[in-house]
């Protein structure tokens, strides 16, 4: 199986600051990543497929890149409704469709 | 509007069953492969099952192979998520997602709201 081992569990940041999340996959992908963002209580919403492409409706200030088995998602200037968790997805393997254990982005 | 609506979800004993279902609305549900996803209570995202667009081929997560059984009924536009044999640790708010293809890449949108399980004597 593909493990998704994302980087760091946890991260404070304050409004305004660019934040990086890491997301490594055990074997090579491709470009067969997916980003998501999770509000609490909320369901998870798309971010970036395809490793950097930005679903439609989602703030240019989100952006994904990587291909093999390294990938990053980057928020350039947070804002404050962008705290929440982050999940990384591979879709490499449609027996097996793993996820990160997530990045919960807080505020400082 | 695209639309995933979950429900059958609640409280039932250690070895018990369960089936929840997913209505689907705003899109052709046949054209597409769908998926459950589940996460515990603080945890993170752990995908559970696929099925594909006729229900002709499924795949399950190692932790409830054997226990949980996929389906479809494209004439009612339902997913389907059969769970037997359950435990403490199936205790979830499960998600139905729809897998989103695109040349060889696929992502997951939209989710569902989500039903929650919980497994308890």
């Known amino acids: 199986d593909i493990q998704m081992t994302q980087s760091p569990s946890s991260l404070s940041a304050s409004v305004g600051d660019r934040v990086t999340i890491t997301c490594r996959a055990s074997?090579?992908?491709?470009?067969?990543l997916n980003w998501y963002q999770q509000k609490p209580g909320k369901a998870p919403k798309l971010l970036i497929y395809?490793?950097?492409s930005l679903q439609s409706g989602v703030p240019s200030r989100f952006s994904g890149s990587g291909s093999g088995t390294d990938f990053t998602l980057t928020i350039s200037s947070l804002q404050p409704e962008d705290f929440a968790t982050y999940y990384c997805?591979?879709?490499?393997?449609?027996?097996?469709?793993?996820f990160g254990q997530g990045t919960k982005l807080e505020i400082k | 509007e695209v639309q995933l609506v979950e429900s059958g979800g609640g409280l039932v004993q250690p070895g018990g069953s369960l089936r929840l279902s997913c209505a689907a609305s705003?899109?052709?549900?046949?054209?597409?492969?769908m998926h459950w996803v589940r996460q515990a209570p603080g945890k993170g995202l752990v995908w559970v099952s696929r099925?594909?667009?006729?229900?002709?081929?499924?795949s399950y997560a190692d932790s409830v192979k054997g226990r949980f059984t996929i389906s479809r009924d494209n004439a009612k536009n339902t997913l389907y998520l059969q769970m037997n044999s359950l435990r403490a640790e199936d205790t979830a708010v499960y998600y139905c997602?729809?897998?989103?293809?695109?040349?060889?890449?696929?992502?997951?949108?939209?989710w569902g709201q989500g039903t929650l399980v919980t497994v308890s004597s």
């Open positions: 997602a729809r897998e989103v293809a695109s040349g060889s890449s696929s992502w997951f949108d939209p």
């Open positions: 705003g899109f052709t549900f046949s054209s597409y492969w």
């Open positions: 099925i594909n667009s006729d229900g002709s081929s499924t």
């Open positions: 074997q090579s992908i491709s470009s067969y």
């Open positions: 395809a490793a950097s």
């Open positions: 997805q591979q879709s490499y393997s449609t027996l097996q469709y793993t």
